[in-house]
């Protein structure tokens, strides 16, 4: 059986590749393709309100109203970093300066920076800004990336989120890089709108943590 790697697992590559089929082409509501179209015209624009509201469309539930003001009182200072960084940059391209923008933008979450938000909150503000450098955080991908059977990214006490990004967007990096063919093939499913490599490992990451599958896969 061919396997895949995302994160510490490998998961069968031809379920993985079905369900990834299934999220980008049935339009069930999963996520795809609202998230990718929600103001798709300016999505690498500026970042404004409207941006802040986003995580509804990838199913972040109890989105408070305090969440948004929260994200509303950062949002100039989240404005200065993207503006630092190229719409188009990388996780395989992205300077020093460009990932020292990332961390800083993900160490306002430490000490309640963002009261209400965390990283999956905003990564999903984010992402829409810089599609192929700030990879999407969730509790299915947390599972995935570091506590998986050789977890890419071990748990590190104090480890700030801005460090803690970094760390992550290179594993990111690394699953790619270990089965680029079959990331191009699911970012090939996505036509319209297109999405990049992070959101195809995204896509896989999510279906391999879920409670339905995450204990047959997480053994070694």
Not at 19 to 47: F, K, M, V
Not at 75 to 80: N, V
Not at 142 to 153: H, L
Request: with cysteine.
């Amino acid at each position: 059986m061919e396997t895949v790697r995302v994160g510490g697992i490998r998961v069968p590559r031809d379920e993985a590749f079905d369900h990834a089929q299934r999220y980008l082409t049935d339009g069930s509501g999963w996520g795809y393709p609202a998230y990718e179209r929600y103001e798709s015209e300016r999505a690498l624009g500026p970042l404004t309100d409207a941006d802040l509201l986003a995580p509804p469309l990838l199913n972040v539930q109890h989105f408070k109203l305090s969440v948004y003001e929260s994200l509303q009182a950062v949002r100039l200072q989240l404005q200065e970093c993207l503006h630092t960084i190229r719409p188009d940059a990388s996780v395989f391209n992205a300077t020093d300066d460009e990932r020292d923008s990332v961390r800083r933008m993900f160490t306002l979450l430490d000490r309640r920076g963002i009261p209400g938000s965390r990283g999956t909150i905003l990564s999903k503000v984010l992402h829409r800004k810089r599609p192929h450098l700030i990879p999407l955080w969730d509790g299915n991908v947390e599972k995935v990336f570091q506590f998986g059977a050789t977890p890419r990214i071990a748990p590190v006490d104090g480890r700030s989120w801005g460090d803690f990004y970094l760390v992550f967007s290179d594993a990111i990096r690394a699953d790619i890089e270990a089965d680029r063919g079959f990331f191009d093939e699911v970012v090939g499913l996505a036509v319209d709108p297109p999405i990049s490599l992070l959101r195809a490992v995204d896509i896989v990451a999510w279906w391999a943590g879920d409670r339905k599958r995450w204990h047959r896969f997480r053994q070694p």
